[in-house]
């Protein structure tokens, strides 16, 4: 019997497959935070080897959280926490004392008896009720009222999915609006007349570097020629990210008390423009290491003038599952399949990156888990969500907020 160490973290990404013997018997072991995987092969007869159907390697990724509110819908969409696309012949079973199964996703509506942290295992089995994969996180539930003596001032940053804050922006201020919340405001230089409250730093087409380095001298909003609301010109003329200016200038020189990010999607399809790197393991390692630099540069950065900040990053969401919606906007040169591998990588090492870093005020925020990657999605977008996407992101950001405020005063 050979003994394998996979994983010593509150986060497991677990790849299981069999080589070109097949694996007679696997169990997990679970030994406080440390997955164990037990494998014991037998031979098996070389005519059943070649005609056994091929599948790919099964990756299932949690975060390292999950958060509710009770009330509120929340959970995750089996196809957004597997790769491959194909779940055919694949049985999801999860083990948590509330929520439910509903075929396609687990879902919570909690009560405020449920409050508390509750331990919970995903399962992914063959249709003989194999084990294939197993991964464990925790369900973060907090009371209705979390939070609702302080005041918050928020600054959302992001890409096309943000935007003037239309989307998930919105309905996480419809969401605060309701009773048992803090007063809050919105920051950022960025909203549409019809929503003046709802304000955001939100620029389609724009990658985490963008927000270090984009600098127009003589900016042009109806041309897209637009600076980064963090980069200024200094004394000498040469452009350089400035936070300190931004928040004086554009915070009334108070910082605020929580920054979300929500990036990454145009930093990854940057990956797909090679076809090789688009099949390639490490050349797509290669290059989402590069994209978490500056991602944690950018972050670094925030900390360094505002350190009581607290900084949720937005795990990368998935994509609409229609080969069609691809076709429509990509023409052939995206595929579900293709984008799905690249996501998905991108969303393990992303958490692999900024867990266990709440000591420096950065947080994790699953959004990868509850966008429906079918209903979420018109029929003719790859990866911008409909209303109802934009809900689920929306009420994931607001969740994580509510735990947040939660923990004021608490060592973390």
Request: aromatic share 8%.
């Amino acid at each position: 019997m050979k003994v394998r160490k996979i994983s010593n973290s509150r986060y497991y990404s677990i790849i299981l497959h069999a080589g070109k013997r097949a694996m007679g018997r696997m169990a997990f072991v679970i030994a406080g935070s440390t997955v164990v995987l037990l494998m014991s092969a037998c031979g098996v007869q070389a005519k059943q080897e070649e005609t056994a159907p091929a599948r790919e390697p099964i990756e299932l990724t949690l975060p390292p959280a999950l958060y509710a509110v009770p009330g509120v819908p929340v959970g995750f969409f089996y196809r957004n926490i597997v790769r491959p696309l194909d779940l055919n012949g694949l049985i999801f079973s999860v083990t948590c004392r509330i929520g439910k199964d509903d075929g396609k996703r687990w879902l919570i509506v909690a009560d405020e008896q449920d409050v508390g942290e509750h331990p919970l295992t995903v399962a992914v089995k063959n249709k003989d009720g194999l084990i294939l994969a197993e991964a464990k996180t925790v369900l973060r539930i907090v009371p209705r009222n979390a939070g609702k003596q302080q005041t918050v001032r928020i600054l959302i940053v992001g890409d096309s999915l943000t935007g003037r804050g239309g989307g998930y922006p919105s309905v996480m201020a419809q969401l605060l609006a309701k009773p048992g919340n803090p007063e809050w405001s919105m920051l950022g230089t960025r909203n549409s007349p019809e929503m003046p409250t709802i304000r955001t730093e939100g620029y389609p087409g724009w990658k985490w570097e963008d927000f270090m380095t984009r600098y127009e001298p003589n900016p042009d909003p109806k041309n897209k020629k637009v600076s980064s609301p963090f980069v200024y010109a200094g004394a000498g003329g040469a452009p350089g990210l400035d936070l300190a200016r931004y928040v004086r200038e554009q915070c009334g020189g108070k910082p605020p008390d929580i920054v979300t990010f929500l990036l990454g999607i145009n930093d990854a399809s940057r990956l797909y423009s090679s076809s090789e790197a688009g099949q390639n393991r490490e050349k797509i390692d290669q290059g989402v290491k590069g994209i978490l630099e500056n991602a944690d540069n950018l972050l670094k950065a925030f900390r360094a003038v505002m350190p009581k900040a607290a900084l949720a990053v937005g795990i990368i969401p998935p994509a609409n599952v229609r080969d069609a919606a691809f076709a429509a906007n990509f023409q052939g040169s995206r595929t579900v399949a293709g984008w799905k591998k690249i996501q998905h990588r991108v969303a393990q090492l992303m958490i692999e990156r900024f867990k266990d870093r709440e000591k420096e005020n950065i947080f994790l925020v699953p959004t990868e888990l509850f966008l429906d990657p079918e209903s979420g999605f018109p029929d003719n977008n790859a990866v911008h969500p409909n209303a109802t996407g934009h809900e689920q992101l929306g009420v994931t950001f607001y969740s994580w907020m509510k735990w947040r405020l939660a923990q004021e005063g608490k060592e973390l």
